[in-house]
């Protein structure tokens, strides 16, 4: 299916929606597990390109696992020794496991070389290859790029004190902080620069506590990790928040009402605070001990930095197109290194609805207004198609083009929003 036209509905939205396991705390928790010494099963992971590939090179590295079938997946760690000595590992356009296993990879005692698709070989990760240079692992970008492919040529993984740039993304921070307990001596790390995306640093915090191990941190500035050892667990992950917010808007715009359970003001990831997003633009927000549920209300345009929830800033983009003014996104400019330049994408996007939509540095405004009907390109980006898909809830004639690329991290996107739509 190359493209899928969004049918507008009658009313309001209504219902329950249950989306599927995080993939931020799925891709973390698989290497975790794969590093822990026995076997750990986590419930409700998530089924999708980007987690197909991290296992896939997890197998390719030696580590076994299975899936009961229920959404479960079995993992055999490996106590933090790699068991090949080499492998050939394809990532596609999966920026989380290239760069957490990278660093896993450093791990190990062999080449390890790690590649993907076309937009990958786009995608910076210099970063992450300095401060490994930096702890004397052999690493290099292979097409003397900032990006990969990457190729490793560990012999163990060094402690010592390492410095690592925090502006661009924040999964190389979590990615140095995953391995860290099984470097030969206490690593210290440092953050240049301002953190972007700081929630994603306490979720793999959280993640590495609940499998035994602990790290001193500096007001997320500096972290000590000391030689330790995941422990195997049972773990129940999360349903996606990133994911959840694109319901939470179809409320906001359709005036509608949809809870999402399973999900509560405490929850790991910092996505769920997208709905205090909505509340600003004049939703309510219902928090319940296991539930979160928005319902819509007339929509006031914002002015809202979106740094720590930069997953969703395309959500609220469909969403303010329908607001009553002006909505101002601020301090994303990481977002332009994301599976596409998502602050210029999306401002090409509304421009081609005829919405009136300016691109700045750090994000963009968008002034609300008719809308025309389009076919709206995705480039290969889930969040992109997903967003996107939300207007035509409204307007009609608004095609999405390449819907399969929500393949990505949510295979069944369009089922459940039609299901949605459908109550």
Known sequence: MNKIEIKPIAGPVTGTVKPPGSKSITN?????????????????????????????????????????????????????????????????????????????????????????????????????????????????????????????????????????????????????????????????????????????????LSLMKSFGVTAETDQLQRFQVTPQKYSAKEYAIEPDASAASYFFAAAAITGGTVTIENLHQNALQGDVKFVDALAQMGCTVEWGDNHVTVTGGELHGIDIDMNAISDTAQTLAAVAVFANGPTRVRNVEHMRFKETDRVAAVVTELKRLGIKAEEHPDGYTIHPGPITAASVKTYDDHRMAMSFSLIGLRVPGIVIEDPGCTAKTYPHFFDDLAKLCRN
């Open 28 to 204: 973390r928790a698989l290497v975790i597990a794969a590093l822990a010494r026995g076997e750990s099963v986590l419930s409700n992971a998530l089924e999708s390109d980007d987690t197909h590939v991290m296992l896939d090179s997890l197998q390719r590295l030696g580590i076994e696992w299975s899936r009961d079938g229920q959404g479960a997946i079995s993992i055999a760690g490996c106590a933090g020794e790699i068991p090949s000595p080499g492998a050939e590992l394809w990532l596609e356009n999966s920026g989380t496991s290239i760069r957490f296993l990278t660093a896993m990879c450093a791990l190990g005692i062999g080449g390890y070389e790690l590649d993907g698709n076309s937009r990958m070989r786009q995608r910076p990760i210099i970063d992450l290859v300095r401060a490994l240079r930096e702890l004397n692992v052999d690493v290099r970008c292979l097409h003397d790029t900032d990006s990969p492919p990457i190729l490793v040529n560990s012999i163990g993984f060094p402690g010592g004190s390492v410095h690592i740039a925090g502006g661009l993304s924040s999964q190389y921070l979590s990615a140095l902080l995953m391995v860290a307990p099984y470097a030969a001596s206490a690593l210290e790390i440092i953050v240049e620069g301002e953190l972007v995306s700081k929630p994603y640093i306490e979720l793999t």
